[in-house]
């Protein structure tokens, strides 16, 4: 039976919560709609974040960024959205999410959007 897009963003325990570690993920085929125009957009989402007491389940992000395929959105709103709806699901102590979206009339856009700080000792990842 083929998966479905779905807004439910499953958790598992943090195998090391005892460790701070940053977990990272690249969705480089993310795509929603443009508001204005109903086109594709096409962005990379990347995803950086240092759990608490729960970690993302991969399918079930998979299938949430699958959500916007047919969403009208802005690139800043979507990508706030990605952080608000994540940082509801996992309660991290630190999140990045950065939305690469291909140039669409000759422009590039590249939003970044954080929650919490890093803790001591480790170096916001690339």
Request: aromatic share 10%.
């Amino acid at each position: 039976m083929p998966s479905q897009p779905s807004r439910d963003l499953e958790v598992f325990p943090n195998p090391r919560p005892d460790r701070p570690f940053v977990i990272s993920m690249d969705c480089p085929e993310f795509t929603c709609l443009c508001p204005k125009t109903g086109q594709p957009d096409f962005a990379t989402i990347r995803i950086r974040y240092v759990p608490d007491e729960t970690c993302i389940e991969l399918k079930s992000l998979k299938l949430y960024l699958w959500s916007f395929r047919d969403k009208g959105a802005f690139h800043e709103t979507v990508t706030n959205e990605i952080l608000d709806d994540l940082v509801a699901a996992v309660a991290p102590i630190w999140m990045r999410v950065e939305g690469d979206f291909w140039v669409r009339g000759g422009v590039h856009t590249f939003v970044t959007t954080r929650h919490g700080t890093l803790p001591d000792g480790l170096a916001e990842p690339v």
